[in-house]
């Protein structure tokens, strides 16, 4: 039976690095950047955000003014908030969408006539059901069951059985 073969990752070496990995790469990387912005760069090619990245090249010996470091904070905050809001708003769409079992006249549409229109249980039908039902008395559970103290009212011989 041959070798099998290793399974490869379809994400670059270089953004699944950890940070000793990445400032031992960023030496070499460096010189070959030939960008305007390095903490940019740097993001971008090791898959940080743009805060790590100003630490990481801090430890390298480059040094950034604490200005820029805070605006980088509050654009790291807003794209946080950003997000959140998208997803909230995202959430509120489909919990305002209507399946494809209901609609605003249909609370259940149980199939469609030849001509398309929607038949089945209407929001109204549903209303009245559940106060019919409610209306209802509770079931006698032992009129259901039986007393369970007593034996069984069925009498059944063996030589009744056609078996």
């Not at 480059?62 to 820029?68: E, L, R």
Request: aromatic share 10%.
């Amino acid at each position: 039976m041959g070798k099998r073969k290793k399974k490869k990752s379809n994400t670059p070496r270089h953004k699944r690095m950890k940070r000793p990995q990445r400032l031992q790469a960023a030496r070499h990387w460096i010189p070959k950047y030939d960008g305007k912005n390095l903490v940019k760069g740097y993001s971008k090619h090791f898959g940080v955000n743009k805060l790590c990245a100003v630490k990481e090249l801090e430890m390298l010996g480059y040094t950034y003014s604490s200005a820029y470091k805070q605006q980088l904070k509050e654009n790291e905050l807003q794209k946080q908030r950003t997000a959140k809001k998208r997803k909230a708003r995202k959430q509120m769409e489909t919990e305002e969408e209507w399946d494809g079992f209901s609609n605003e006249t249909f609370a259940f549409i149980a199939g469609y006539t030849s001509g398309g229109v929607p038949f089945g249980t209407t929001w109204e039908e549903l209303e009245n059901t559940t106060d019919d039902m409610d209306k209802l008395p509770e079931p006698d559970v032992d009129s259901l069951y039986g007393d369970r103290n007593t034996k069984n009212k069925f009498d059944i011989n063996d030589d009744d059985l056609p078996f």
